[in-house]
């Protein structure tokens, strides 16, 4: 029986292979994007508070932003663990489904790395 769960689990991760690759490919292209952002805002020398405030508030906000794609890619990688089908399109339906959560999540992680 073990060997089924494991041949079941083997093909079902087969069949949404090409999917998980999009996805991932969907979140690195926003990290990269997200990272561009952060240091085309954030001032290269932090010497007054007052003027880096700003453009921390705005790095928090981005790193917020970017745990909606890894929320909703989990979402979609859940359905896949309960062995139901998955297309692409069940990647952008999500983000309506994980939006609030992952943006407290994220602002929570981004405020987590502006204090330290």
Known sequence: MKFF??????????????????????????????WFAISAVVPESGENILKVLPSMLVSVAVIAVLFIPIFAVAFCTNKIADWNAVHFIDFFKAFPKVTKHALIFGFFIGFFFLFI
Not at 15 to 28: Q, T, Y
């Open 5 to 34: 769960l494991i041949k079941k689990t083997f093909w079902d991760g087969w069949d949404n292979f090409l999917p998980m690759c999009a996805w991932n490919l969907f979140i690195s292209v926003c990290i990269i994007g997200g």
